[in-house]
């Protein structure tokens, strides 16, 4: 299993970017998957999931402005960031969620960085 993540980058505040995780080894149709983020000093958290059967929950830091979906052709989950704050900032990863909000049943990728500043 290999899940890799990519097309974070330096954004200003208030714009907006789409990161991609590729996922090998399974296939996501059949799972709930999530995008995770951890910022410098602070645990990492779940911050979107879309079930196997395409429902999607956010926590409420993102509700609103992230959206989270999947393309099952390219086995790629997809983070939509709209409207991002400084706040947003963080090493953004994908996994399968399972127990604890920080927790994911594959091995990390090696996530890909979000920046959001002026």
């Known amino acids: 299993v290999q899940l890799v993540e990519s097309g974070g980058g330096l954004v200003q505040p208030g714009g907006s970017l789409r990161i991609s995780c590729a996922a090998s080894?399974?296939?996501?149709?059949?799972?709930?998957m999530g995008w995770y983020r951890q910022a410098p000093g602070k645990q990492r958290e779940l911050v979107a999931r879309?079930?196997?059967?395409?429902?999607?929950n956010y926590a409420d830091s993102v509700k609103g402005r992230f959206t989270i979906s999947r393309d099952n052709a390219k086995n790629t989950v997809y983070l939509q960031m709209n409207s991002l704050k400084p706040e947003d900032t963080a090493v953004y990863y994908c996994n399968v969620p399972v127990g604890p909000s920080d927790s994911g049943r594959h091995p990390w990728g090696q996530g890909t960085q979000v920046t959001v500043s002026s």
């Open positions: 080894g399974f296939t996501v149709r059949f799972y709930n």
């Open positions: 879309i079930t196997s059967s395409s429902s999607t």
